[in-house]
């Protein structure tokens, strides 16, 4: 296993409590959309046994063709050591990344893609969207629904419906709003899901689409393979 150490480029505030950490790419460190990475602080590996208090599995929020390396999450005032470490880091410190690998990749079936999204799991679909702009070969349509109940909606510069891109976005801050266009969605039999949030979110996701219809296949989480039996009915 490879471990790449990188310094902070540049902290950006999205929203309250939501930052992004642009990372300088090392040498030979490559990723496509969809990607997560497993994000370490200083120290992680310094004794006998790694210290799994100081690795996150992350998203990469963005392409490699901006040229950093973006995590983007939600610190809260009261949080976990790792989070109470992270916020305290500056331009320059160093951090590490490893085991990078893509669950959501965006399919090109020629058909509608549905991104189902809780707060800061937009991040996620991000890329997906900024490879969708760059080449929209075999997708009819991408439409991103995302639920903050903090109203401090992400990236709506990026997500912002535009009729010639072939793309929608809606922003909710309430379940049962966001339930129910879930539900108008999945009136679409042959769309693609993706769904990114909390295990809770997702289970809950998978419960109403399967209930309008939707076939297992049909639906995409950001789960390895061998979580995946935990999520999707046989």
Same mark, same amino acid.
């Given at each position: 296993?490879?471990?790449?150490?990188?310094?902070?480029?540049?902290?950006?505030?999205?929203?309250?409590?939501?930052?992004?950490?642009?990372?300088?790419?090392?040498?030979?460190?490559?990723?496509?959309?969809?990607?997560?990475?497993?994000?370490?602080?200083?120290?992680?590996?310094?004794?006998?046994?790694?210290?799994?208090?100081?690795?996150?599995?992350?998203? !990469?929020?963005? +392409?490699?063709?901006?040229? &950093?390396? =973006?995590?983007?999450?939600?610190?809260?005032?009261?949080? %976990?050591?790792? $989070?109470?470490?992270?916020?305290?880091?500056?331009?320059?410190?160093?951090?590490?990344?490893?085991?990078?690998?893509?669950?959501?990749?965006?399919?090109?079936?020629?058909?509608?893609?549905?991104?189902?999204?809780?707060?800061?799991?937009?991040?996620?679909?991000?890329?997906?969207?900024?490879?969708?702009?760059?080449?929209?070969?075999?997708?009819?349509? !991408?439409?991103? +629904?995302?639920?903050?109940? &903090?109203? =401090?909606?992400?990236?709506?510069?990026?997500?912002?419906? %535009?009729?010639? $891109?072939?793309?929608?976005?809606?922003?909710?801050?309430?379940?049962?709003?966001?339930?129910?266009?879930?539900?108008?969605?999945?009136?679409?039999?042959?769309?693609?899901?993706?769904?990114?949030?909390?295990?809770?979110?997702?289970?809950?996701?998978?419960?109403?689409?399967?209930?309008?219809?939707?076939?297992?296949?049909?639906?995409?989480?950001?789960?390895?393979?061998?979580?995946?039996?935990?999520?999707?009915?046989?």
């Amino acid at each position: 296993m490879q471990i790449y150490w990188t310094k902070i480029n540049k902290i950006i505030e999205e929203a309250p409590e939501v930052k992004t950490y642009l990372l300088d790419c090392p040498k030979g460190f490559t990723w496509e959309e969809g990607s997560h990475t497993h994000f370490a602080l200083e120290g992680f590996n310094a004794g006998d046994k790694p210290n799994r208090s100081l690795i996150r599995h992350m998203s !990469i929020s963005t +392409l490699p063709n901006e040229n &950093s390396i =973006g995590i983007t999450t939600r610190i809260r005032e009261q949080c %976990s050591e790792f $989070k109470t470490i992270l916020r305290n880091l500056e331009v320059g410190n160093q951090v590490a990344i490893f085991k990078t690998h893509s669950n959501v990749p965006l399919k090109r079936e020629d058909k509608n893609v549905y991104l189902l999204s809780s707060g800061v799991g937009l991040a996620t679909f991000r890329p997906l969207v900024l490879e969708y702009f760059e080449r929209a070969d075999n997708v009819k349509h !991408i439409h991103s +629904l995302n639920i903050d109940s &903090s109203q =401090g909606f992400l990236f709506t510069n990026i997500f912002e419906s %535009s009729l010639d $891109k072939k793309f929608t976005s809606q922003f909710v801050d309430n379940r049962k709003e966001y339930y129910e266009e879930v539900k108008n969605l999945a009136a679409d039999k042959d769309g693609l899901f993706y769904v990114v949030g909390s295990d809770e979110f997702i289970v809950q996701n998978m419960e109403v689409l399967r209930e309008q219809g939707i076939k297992v296949g049909q639906i995409m989480l950001d789960k390895h393979e061998r979580q995946m039996s935990e999520f999707l009915p046989m």
